[in-house]
């Protein structure tokens, strides 16, 4: 089963353009993740936010949480063609379980 | 090496036939991991292991698949009577030291079932 629901499903932009991608979730989590995937490769790591935490920076990604709504957001800002990918949420629910990921956004950056 | 390793990247068997994938882990992770990704889906779980032993496998679609973690290094994922549902690209991850923390993936093995 999937917890994570990202929105929108896919996402087209202009470079230089913010994109902005949410996730909701269902049950209460320990730590949420975000992950990207270029076409036919592995998943890489881009940001952890705790579920104590409400917003976190990493270069030009910017991640908000929301745990009364249950739901995250994930902010690039300055796109780029080179960010074109699927973007993944991923949640645990507690210290000792595995990571849920959502079915992702695919971003198109337009040169 | 330097990331995640996973054998075959690709293989293409028929309906029936039993099928072995190989993970070579980040020299030093103690936690292993496996998830299925479907296209246009995410990545679904199927078995974690710590160490040697398998921590959690409440992933596993049924008793087809099997993977084992021997010397808590390299793992393989084993796949008997394959089905055409079974077809999906299998990614193997590691971490440092198990749950929750960042995942490193590997480039994915295509399972493709005639």
């Known amino acids: 089963s999937q917890q994570g629901e990202e929105d929108p499903q896919a996402l087209s932009i202009q470079e230089g353009e913010n994109a902005t991608m949410n996730c909701s979730y269902k049950?209460?989590?320990?730590?949420l993740q975000w992950y990207r995937q270029n076409s036919g490769r592995g998943l890489v790591h881009l940001i952890l936010?705790?579920?104590?935490?409400r917003e976190k920076h990493s270069g030009r990604l910017r991640v908000t949480l929301d745990t009364s709504k249950k739901s995250s957001s994930l902010l690039i800002t300055a796109s780029r063609a080179a960010d074109t990918a699927s973007y993944f949420c991923?949640?645990?629910?507690?210290?000792?379980?595995?990571?849920?990921f959502g079915k992702g956004t695919r971003l198109s950056v337009i040169a | 090496g330097a990331g995640v390793s996973q054998t075959p990247s690709n293989k293409v068997t028929e309906k029936g036939k039993y099928v072995e994938l190989r993970c070579d882990p980040i020299?030093?992770?103690?936690?292993l991991y496996w998830y299925r990704q479907s296209l246009g889906q995410g990545p679904e779980f199927l078995i974690y292991?710590?160490?040697?032993?398998?921590?959690?496998d409440s992933g596993l679609p049924n008793d087809r698949f099997f993977a084992v973690r021997p010397e808590g290094s390299v793992s393989t994922l084993k796949i008997q009577r394959t089905e055409r549902g079974d077809s999906a690209v299998y990614l193997c991850?590691?971490?440092?030291?198990?749950?929750?923390?960042?995942?490193?993936f590997g480039e994915g093995s295509r399972l493709t079932v005639l």
């Open positions: 020299s030093g992770h103690t936690a």
């Open positions: 991850a590691s971490s440092v030291s198990g749950l929750p923390g960042e995942l490193f």
């Open positions: 049950t209460s989590i320990n730590n």
């Open positions: 292991f710590q160490g040697t032993g398998a921590a959690d």
């Open positions: 991923a949640t645990d629910f507690s210290g000792n379980t595995p990571l849920v």
């Open positions: 936010i705790r579920s104590n935490e």
